[in-house]
């Protein structure tokens, strides 16, 4: 259910809410909230709530540090794990300046802008998710090891799958907020978990990703777990991937599907450091059904884009590249600019990749564009870029590549 104001207004008052928190994220996808009082919550719809940005990275200095969030009351939503008495309810926010311009590094606003672009063309993009994690055992002084919560492997069922009741709570939980879950299952290395959505519209879409790992980093906690979503965790088993499902739309009924994909290869290196942001990213690529190559195939998953058997609305492109410490606003809102300009450009896709890439001698392999290898290189593309430089802003660019 999407509330208006006077809704949260109303239901903030008549199930005893006692404190909101106003989410937002820094250009890395970190999440961050201030919680506020009922009393404050008119103010916060009217004028918005002021901090500290020097604080937050990628933000503000100390010279111009003052920001405002304001709530977006169409994300209400209760926190089921806070105390039924006293009940506490999160809304994601957007970021302004004192004169209220948009924050032109709030990856939320970026995000809407790519919408807002592609329904001027008739266009509407769809996402789901899926994003893997491990579950980690803590040790005496309740810190996290690296010793996995079991040895099950992929699709295993209990007892060797220790994290069953885990991921049953973890999808209650979500379903209690509004997210619909589609399946979930033991995944491929030891302790890894993946749970995947049902598609909805970008924002929506991206906003549930981030409420995904903080469900699951909180389930975990109270069951004695640590949850990792790091690209890589351990060096010997598989890393843990943010498969983006996307699909587009168009409103004269036309199919867009192949020059979206198409736009989306086109700029698939340029795009890399905002889709794997860490050094450990890197570590995944070219193993264990993470890709290495720029290519396509048709259900293969040794492809960087796969279009998995589905027809009619369920009919989608899989983007395999992407880990969980990438910022889904900043990723949703690539892929759009992406499949724009493929749309635009009337892009066709090169042939199908029907092959096992991680099979295929050099001879093969050198015939097509390899993803980078490195964050150092990753930093370098994306700085070299043209369409990277159209759409983030100097200041989220710089953070990324740690200047």
């Not at 969980?324 to 300009?341: H, K, Q, S, V, W």
Request: with cysteine.
């Amino acid at each position: 259910m999407k509330y208006t104001r006077e809704e949260v207004l109303q239901y903030v008052q008549e199930e005893d809410v006692k404190f909101i928190r106003l989410a937002f994220c820094d250009v890395f996808g970190k999440q961050k909230n201030i919680s506020i009082l009922p009393d404050e919550l008119p103010r916060a719809f009217d004028s918005g709530i002021a901090f500290d940005a020097s604080a937050i990275a990628g933000f503000l200095d100390e010279a111009h540090s003052d920001l405002l969030l304001h709530p977006d009351p169409a994300t209400l939503t209760l926190l089921p794990w806070r105390p039924e008495h006293g009940k506490v309810v999160r809304m994601f926010s957007n970021v302004t300046h004192p004169d209220g311009t948009p924050f032109e590094s709030d990856t939320r606003r970026l995000l809407q802008a790519a919408i807002a672009e592609a329904e001027t063309e008739g266009l509407s993009f769809a996402f789901g998710s899926e994003q893997e994690f491990y579950l980690f055992r803590m040790d005496e002084a309740g810190l996290p090891t690296k010793v996995p919560y079991d040895a099950a492997g992929y699709m295993d069922i209990a007892p060797e799958d220790k994290g069953e009741n885990i991921r049953r709570e973890i999808c209650l939980t979500l379903e209690q907020m509004g997210i619909r879950p589609e399946r979930s299952h033991h995944e491929q290395g030891p302790g890894q978990n993946e749970i995947d959505f049902r598609y909805s519209d970008a924002l929506t879409a991206a906003d549930s990703a981030q409420t995904f790992q903080t469900v699951v980093r909180t389930v975990a906690g109270r069951n004695g777990l640590y949850a990792d979503f790091s690209a890589k965790p351990l060096p010997d088993a598989p890393g843990n991937g943010f498969h983006i499902n996307v699909s587009v739309r168009a409103s004269d009924s036309g199919d867009r599907m192949a020059q979206m994909i198409a736009g989306v290869l086109a700029h698939a290196e340029e795009m890399t450091l905002f889709l794997n942001p860490t050094e450990n990213s890197y570590a995944r690529f070219g193993l264990d059904k993470a890709p290495r190559y720029v290519s396509w195939s048709a259900g293969n998953r040794s492809q960087l884009v796969r279009i998995p058997a589905a027809e009619g609305e369920y009919r989608r492109a899989e983007l395999r590249s992407p880990d969980p410490t990438a910022n889904p606003y900043l990723a949703f809102a690539l892929l759009i600019r992406a499949g724009l300009d493929g749309i635009r450009s009337g892009l066709t896709l090169p042939p199908a990749a029907d092959l096992n890439l991680y099979e295929a001698n050099e001879r093969i392999t050198d015939r097509f564009r390899r993803l980078p290898d490195t964050l150092a290189t990753a930093r370098q593309t994306a700085m070299e870029s043209d369409f990277i430089r159209a759409f983030i802003p100097q200041a989220i660019l710089d953070s990324y590549c740690g200047r």
